[in-house]
């Protein structure tokens, strides 16, 4: 018998509470306001923790973007699954490889690979491990986000792809 699918809340609330129920240790991983020097101008990063799991092998990570309008971080991906939140603003991502599911207001639906989607306040996206993306800010005002990263220890948070794509409008 074949488990049925997870959606994007039952994933957020999993990796929260592996991240702190199964946790050894918590630490901030940069200050306030610390930066990624591979992010782009216009684009700052604030980590707010990260959770080393029991396993030794994998950590959780909560970061807070903020992208100033028209900010781009380039086609990317995480080797872990990734789910961002929008919290205020216009998140727009083009999904290049890989699966996401989007949730607005409760209903689920599944983003197809060369869309473009455009997220706003509450809204929120998960994405496949290595799922390849954009995110752009194509509003006036400033995007917060927050992202819940699981990933392998020691492994940086983005892996950048060549650029630009092949065969694809990511810009």
């Known amino acids: ?3 049925p699918p997870i959606t994007c809340k039952q994933l957020i609330v999993s990796i929260v509470a592996i991240a702190f129920v199964a946790s050894v240790t918590v630490f901030p991983a940069m200050g306030a306001g610390a930066t990624d020097a591979r992010l782009p101008a216009g684009t700052s990063n604030e980590s707010l923790v990260t959770v080393s799991l029991t396993d030794g092998d994998s950590r959780m990570v909560l970061i807070r973007f903020t992208l100033e309008p028209g900010a781009t971080i380039r086609l990317h991906s995480h080797s872990g699954p990734a789910v961002f939140t929008v919290i205020s603003g216009a998140l727009t ?3 290049v490889r890989g699966g996401a599911t989007i949730d607005r207001e409760g209903v689920e639906e599944s983003a ?6 455009d997220l706003s306040d509450g809204e929120t996206i998960a994405f496949a491990p290595n799922a390849g993306k954009t995110i752009e800010n194509h509003s006036t005002v400033p995007l917060l986000l927050v992202a819940s990263l699981l990933l392998k220890t020691n492994e940086p948070i983005f892996a950048y792809d060549s650029w630009p794509p ?3 409008s990511a810009r």
Do not use: K
Not at 112 to 117: L, V, W
């Open 112 to 117: 197809e690979i060369g869309a473009t989607i």
């Open 166 to 168: 092949p065969h694809t």
């Open 1 to 3: 018998m074949s488990s």
């Open 93 to 95: 991502t083009e999904l």
